[in-house]
């Protein structure tokens, strides 16, 4: 069983920096990958980002990839995602998750943590 928690969200302005942190507990395999996805209201969980546990392989959505950098803490086992440049869009929950599966696809992740609200004002 793996155990993940989010932090680090909250209300910033357009052109503002946040850095969210997801906490894994359990001793994920070596070839998950961990996710970052977002949801707004009423839209369906989007792909953000992942990053492989085992090795530093990430992958971006195009509307991030110039904006946000995944990575992964091996002394604390967070991964983190260091958003620059916000913009209104990249408001919703952000929520981590874990999969051995493929990692753009929100139904493939086994497990999740509870979100994170980030609002970005205008």
């Known amino acids: 069983q793996v155990q993940l928690v989010e932090s680090g969200g909250g209300l910033v302005q357009a052109g503002d920096s946040l850095r969210l942190s997801c906490a894994v507990t359990?001793?994920?395999?070596?070839?998950?990958?961990v996710g970052w996805f977002r949801q707004a209201p009423g839209k369906e969980r989007e792909f953000v980002s992942a990053?492989?546990?085992?090795?530093?392989?990430?992958h971006y959505s195009d509307s991030v990839k110039d904006r946000v950098t995944i990575s992964r803490d091996y002394a604390t086992d967070t991964v983190n995602s260091q958003m620059n440049s916000l913009k209104p869009e990249d408001t919703g929950v952000y929520y981590c998750?874990?999969?051995?599966?493929?990692?753009?696809?929100?139904?493939?992740?086994?497990?999740w943590g509870q979100g994170t609200q980030v609002t970005v004002s205008s």
């Open positions: 990053v492989m546990w085992g090795k530093p392989i990430t």
């Open positions: 998750g874990v999969t051995l599966g493929y990692w753009i696809r929100a139904a493939g992740y086994d497990f």
């Open positions: 359990g001793r994920p395999f070596e070839s998950y990958y």
